[in-house]
């Protein structure tokens, strides 16, 4: 096959970055949180933990691949380390990169009970109706089918864990 060459998997991952700045960022596809995606072998890797794996060393099972620099898509070995799920959490912290740190607002809306918490699926209506509903004789999982919500949320609702009586 003249013509036909093979491109090796570091070419191909490199061919793939943009190394003009002190990040080298990766410009291919991306998972939904931002972080590139190299396939390799058959599997979709993260390209961070791809270039840590290849040119740092093996990736201890359990473990996450951290950037010193806060960029996603950075995958200059440079930037990279490994460390537990407690190190990831705690440098985020330390840095002010949680979700609650730089968005105050959403903590609180979090916090809401009832039809104010914006992931709620039941009214206050509906939480009434599955108190009656389960006094007259039906069980938590029939409930849970009727209103298409798990047998647990159904649970919070009798026990007063989630949607207390807001009249109370």
Known sequence: MAGWCLVTPEERFWSK???SGDCWLWTAGCFDDGY????FEKKLWRAHRWSYWRY???IPEGMV???SCDTPRCVRPEHLSVGTY???A????NKGRNIWQRHPEKVHRRQQDGEDNASAKLTWNK???IRE???SGWKQREIAQHFEVTQSAVSNVLTGKRWVNRDA
């Open 17 to 19: 970055v943009d190394k």
């Open 36 to 39: 590139g995606a190299f396939g």
């Open 56 to 58: 740092k060393g093996e």
């Open 65 to 67: 691949v951290m950037h």
């Open 86 to 88: 407690s190190d990831n």
């Open 90 to 93: 705690r440098d985020t912290a």
């Open 127 to 129: 939480a009434a109706l």
């Open 133 to 135: 509903m389960y006094a």
